[in-house]
């Protein structure tokens, strides 16, 4: 496909990267010379240095014979701008990054009326999923599939785990089949296996594990692991993310303390948000935490626009609590993932590669051959194992086949099936059926239909 990226900051950058190596043809636009330049070259694209909202600019591109529009600029105004011209001018598809809750509460509405095919808010996304965790503490990593009936948890397995020692074959025994482990983390790398039964956990491991959200609750339950929401929350900076953050907090009845040190915006946060304690100061200075109560607060997230401040943060939090607190650390750059894992900072919150998911989501959902679109894309872990739902239309490859006979490429799991309001964990005589929603988990990165997790197609046995 043809995809112009307009804006290459955090974001454009991160969807110019991982769409260029997905084999798409992309473009770039950005007013800034030195960063297209750095893009154009790490990412090997054309890159155009000028104002992506101008109809010269975008036809220097090619915008008439582009297949998507991708506009994630840091001016909302831009970026809508930016889609209408290349609606007009080209007729193709058109992604808009809308951060501003003015425009996020009429968001329905922009779109219908600039014939969006989407538009993404990184800070809103980034909220909700901090907010998923604080309601399930116990898990470093959720996302929902199946519109919300299937979820997917990651958490690590703790010294004194119940999990640490046991095989998945009698993990499986005690949940009842309720829950399938469809992957495992391992070693200073990182390494992804996708299980079989006869795996061990140990401790150190993190698992990812899907099922029902009644069902993941009860598993957690089972092996000694919180599963209830936590009553307070202590939030630092008081930036977009937290606005919307301790909004959804508060109208679930949790406690919110806000601490930032711009007088205006705190003022504005007390006067959007009255039922949240506000306070003016600087979170880097410990007597400001401990005099507001870090030491029994139950969740701490760090949301400063500074990486190293939300790190220093989180770990200082961690020790000064007297309870389990569970930490969610906003990183933004990308490079430091690999630092950053063995730092025990709980739930790392990138806002980017959210939105990233879920543009290359759509992006991959544009190719499908059969009608089976991603409907979800989750990175297990980036660049190394993912977890896709698809929605089975007539036609398949796969329906009507039991799994044990389904010609899977290697590192492919099928490892949930949504149907009739049922969450099914498969065994090898399950059969797909039309209109499914299958969550498949690979370590072969960049599936765009379901007939790509088999071997060969063409050569399937017999459907009925």
């Known amino acids: 496909m043809k995809i112009i990226v307009v804006g290459c900051g955090k974001v454009g950058s991160a969807l110019t990267r991982q769409l260029s190596e997905e084999g798409h043809d992309v473009s770039v636009i950005d007013v800034n010379q030195q960063v297209v330049n750095e893009v154009s070259s790490s990412c090997d694209v054309i890159g155009v240095v000028g104002n992506g909202g101008s109809h010269a600019v975008q036809k220097e591109v090619g915008v008439e014979d582009a297949d998507l529009m991708i506009a994630a600029s840091d001016s909302d105004e831009l970026n809508l701008l930016c889609c209408l011209i290349a609606k007009k001018a080209g007729n193709c598809s058109t992604i808009a990054r809308v951060r501003s809750p003015i425009y996020n509460s009429e968001i329905g509405f922009i779109r219908e009326e600039l014939g969006l095919s989407l538009a993404v ?44 020692g046991r095989t998945l074959a009698e993990i499986s025994g005690s949940a009842r089949g309720d829950v399938l482990v469809c992957a495992v983390e391992r070693g ?3 390494d992804v296996t996708i299980p079989d039964g006869s795996f061990r956990l140990q401790t150190g491991d993190t698992i990812s594990v899907v099922a029902s959200g009644k069902n993941a609750r009860s598993f957690v339950e089972k092996v000694g692991l919180k599963s209830r929401s936590v009553a307070n929350c202590m939030i630092i900076g008081g930036g977009t993310i937290c606005f919307y953050l301790a909004k959804i907090l508060l109208e679930s ?110 992006v991959r959902a544009m190719e499908n051959s059969i009608g089976s679109n991603v409907e979800t894309l989750y990175n297990i872990i980036e660049g ?22 389904l010609p899977l490429k290697k590192g492919v799991l099928v490892a949930c099936i949504y149907r009739n309001h049922q969450v099914i964990i498969p065994n090898g005589q399950t059969m797909i059926e039309v209109d499914d929603r299958v969550i498949i988990v690979t370590k072969q990165i960049g599936f765009q239909d379901v007939r790509d997790i088999l071997q060969d197609a063409h050569t399937v046995p017999g459907q009925r």
């Open 384 to 405: 190394k194992a993912e977890a896709l739902e698809f929605l089975i239309q007539a036609g398949s490859p796969v329906i009507g086949i039991p799994l044990s006979r």
């Open 121 to 164: 808010n990184p800070e809103y996304a980034a909220a909700i999923e901090a907010s998923r965790l604080l309601k399930f503490p116990s898990a470093i990593k959720i996302e929902p599939f199946a519109r919300g009936h299937i979820e997917l948890l990651k958490f690590p397995v703790i010294e004194g785990s119940a999990l640490n």
């Open 188 to 190: 200073p790398n990182h």
């Open 253 to 362: 009845n949790i406690r919110v303390t806000i601490i930032d040190k711009d007088p205006r915006r705190c003022k504005m946060l007390s006067d959007e948000l009255p039922e949240a304690n506000v306070i003016c100061g600087d979170a880097a200075n410990q007597n400001v935490l401990l005099e507001e109560g870090i030491e029994n607060c139950e969740s701490f997230v760090s949301l400063t626009g500074m990486d190293e401040e939300n790190i220093f943060l989180s770990l200082y939090a961690r020790r000064a609590s007297k309870k389990d607190v569970k930490l969610i650390t906003k990183i933004n750059r990308i490079n430091y993932d690999d630092i950053i894992g063995d730092m025990n900072l709980g739930s790392i919150l990138n806002p980017q590669h959210i939105v990233a998911e879920y543009i290359v989501r759509y």
